[in-house]
């Protein structure tokens, strides 16, 4: 069975950092695009970050310059470094393979002003 896997998340202070984890079981994913996306409370599901299998990265503006994407293919792990927290960052976050179905249950980050 193909699973991703998500931790990392927590609750910490406005300004402060996490570094959020996804890990593929059943199967490698070092071809594939992966993504990071967020569901806050009440609202629709959010692209946050992406990084292609060479490391190319594009993120949402309002990450921009404070998140950062990257990934271990020898791992077969993918992050996302989160700087600067804000309490508007508070979400769920999911990694997904681009293209596929695979998702995870999500990691709770919670920013507090």
């Known amino acids: 069975q193909v699973r991703l896997v998500e931790s990392g998340g927590g609750l910490v202070q406005a300004g402060g950092s996490l570094r959020l984890s996804c890990v593929p079981s059943?199967?490698?994913?070092?071809?594939?695009?992966m993504v990071w996306f967020r569901r806050a409370p009440g609202k629709e599901r959010e692209f946050v970050a992406r990084i292609s299998s060479g490391g190319t990265t594009y993120y949402a503006d309002s990450v921009k310059g404070r998140f950062t994407i990257s990934r271990d293919n020898i791992k077969n792990t993918a992050y996302l470094q989160m700087n600067s927290l804000k309490p508007e960052d508070t979400a769920v976050y999911y990694c997904n393979a681009q293209g596929t179905n695979y998702w995870g249950q999500g990691t709770q980050v919670t920013v507090s002003s």
């Open positions: 059943g199967r490698t994913f070092t071809s594939y695009v």
